[in-house]
């Protein structure tokens, strides 16, 4: 409830978004050496560079978001998975893309024993987009992006919405009107996949 409560002392207002992030455990999807930060609002560091988003950013890019019931979402940047699992209580189908295959890998790994099954994770340049699963009611991009890539704008439904981070803040797309939902620090979205060193 703690957890709960801050997000609103954060402002976070939407009440669907609230109810999927209290009944996912967010330290089921934190590194294991660090379960115990997982309560706190705190970006905590994955492979790569990645992290996983701290827990007020994912409150906020989610209500901008908005999803509704009946819609398919695709992520950008499926990190350690816990947005995914949120997302799945929230829309039919969640679609997510990561470049690294390890992270992929992670992220099945937790969603397994919690039982989701409308989430389906591919290895992929996320700047790209899935076209299999396209058109999508809702995209959601967890990086800095200078401009919403052409090739996912391309794959949203007439009327779909993106939620991203422009310039430092998060920005809510519906039908090319921009709106501006305050700032945000997300790492910028690095295109093409990973290549192990």
Not at 37 to 51: F, K, R, V
Request: charged share 20%; glycine share 8%.
């Amino acid at each position: 409830m703690r957890f709960i409560l801050e997000l609103r002392q954060e402002g976070i207002t939407h009440a669907r978004v609230l109810s999927a992030m209290e009944r996912t455990p967010r330290p089921h999807y934190a590194p294991p050496h660090m379960e115990g930060l997982a309560m706190d609002d705190i970006a905590l560091p994955l492979p790569h560079g990645e992290a996983m988003t701290k827990a007020s950013t994912v409150a906020r890019m989610l209500a901008a978001l908005d999803p509704q019931p009946n819609d398919i979402v695709l992520e950008v940047g499926t990190g350690s998975g816990y947005q995914s699992a949120v997302l799945s209580l929230l829309a039919r189908k969640v679609v997510t893309l990561d470049r690294w295959g390890d992270i992929v890998a992670d992220a099945r790994a937790h969603w397994g024993p919690a039982r989701i099954m409308n989430i389906f994770a591919h290895v992929a340049d996320g700047a790209q987009g899935w076209t299999a699963d396209a058109p999508y009611d809702r995209i959601i991009i967890n990086a800095e992006v200078e401009d919403i890539p052409a090739a996912l704008l391309e794959q949203l439904k007439p009327g779909g919405i993106v939620a991203a981070a422009l310039a430092g803040r998060i920005v809510r797309v519906k039908d090319g009107a921009r709106t501006d939902l305050g700032p945000v620090q997300l790492p910028p979205l690095a295109e093409g996949l990973g290549q192990a060193n």
